[in-house]
């Protein structure tokens, strides 16, 4: 099946040692290297006209427009999750994570508005809770839910999604 919107939040790699007692946390799935993330055929679910909405945590936004383009996508904006406590981090703490849009073709957008009505009113912006390790909020599928068409996939999906495909170790199918 080709899907007109595809949602993925790939287990990217992190440099630092996790078993380090310097590291907080830890990485609680098995990771990607950024080669094995490009490898994925994201072209072979994608139709002709499709957006993807791609996850990306600070420290891994270079290599996700890296992605997109060996995907066959155009980047065309961003939205940030600003998270509602403070995160782990390296140099910085990190309180954000980043949602790409790009598209392959000429994907249509149905713009309906926050309150149901048509219109523009959805931002770049969305503050939010954590939801527990790497769950993204609601409102993140609310947005993606207005502006995009079925059929959809999600890829590394945490959990089921009414209306949604989904594959990922979570959900019990794998890639």
């Known amino acids: 099946m ?17 078993e380090s007692p310097k590291t907080r946390g830890g990485v609680k799935y098995p990771v990607m290297t950024v080669e094995q993330i490009k490898a994925l055929d994201i072209a072979g679910w994608a139709d002709n006209d499709c957006q993807l909405w791609l996850w990306a945590t600070n420290s891994h936004l270079h290599e996700a427009f890296h992605c997109l383009e060996a995907w066959g996508f155009r980047h065309i904006t961003m939205a940030t999750w600003v998270k509602t406590k403070m995160g782990l981090g390296y140099w910085l703490r990190g309180k954000t994570e980043h949602l790409l849009l790009g598209v392959k073709g000429n994907p249509r957008s149905k713009f309906i508005g926050v309150h149901g009505e048509s219109g523009y009113d959805w931002s770049t912006f969305m503050y939010a809770p954590p939801q527990g390790h790497s769950k993204k909020p609601g409102c993140s599928y609310d947005m993606i839910e ?30």
């Open 2 to 18: 080709k899907y007109r919107t595809i949602v993925i939040d790939p287990p990217w790699p992190y440099r630092q040692k996790l």
């Open 146 to 175: 207005a502006l995009s068409e079925p059929p959809r996939l999600e890829i590394f999906a945490r959990q089921h999604r009414l209306g949604w495909d989904v594959i990922g170790d979570e959900v019990g199918i794998k890639i």
